[in-house]
């Protein structure tokens, strides 16, 4: 059973702008639904939402919001990394790319890396689709090393 919203929604949108799947849909000012086909069970929306009870998880307790720079982010194990790009290519935010000789001077190998960490909305999409299982999520993630 994904993600709903109960009727104490107050129409604001901010699950809408997150969702990874478009799964979110509503007028502004007005209660939200999940397009329960399209839901992946992420829970970023229960982690915007500014009303603590509008979104229930699939168990029906309700969510509470989490500050963006608590949400767990990609970890990517370059030993494993095969560097397909599946990840990068299903990120609906472009979160993830692949390393650039160009971009990183001292890395000789080509892997995945977390690009933009504030874009992340955890997930799980790049976890998932990773065929070597070398994308992990993690919190306080250093993006600095690619």
Known sequence: M?????????????CVRVCPTG????????????DQSRCIDCGACGRVCPVEGAVLDPRLRPTKILKRSLWPKP????????????CEDIC????????????????????????DSKACVSCNLCTDICPEEAIYLAREVDISQP
């Open 75 to 86: 970890v990517v194990i370059r030993s494993l990394c095969s560097a397909c790009s599946m």
């Open 23 to 34: 799964a979110i849909s509503g007028s502004r000012k007005a209660q939200h639904s999940i």
């Open 2 to 14: 994904p993600y709903s919203i109960t009727d104490i929604c107050i129409g604001c949108g901010a």
């Open 92 to 115: 609906p935010f472009g979160c993830l790319a692949l390393t650039k000789p160009e971009d990183f001077p001292n890395s000789f190998s080509v892997h995945a890396y977390l690009k």
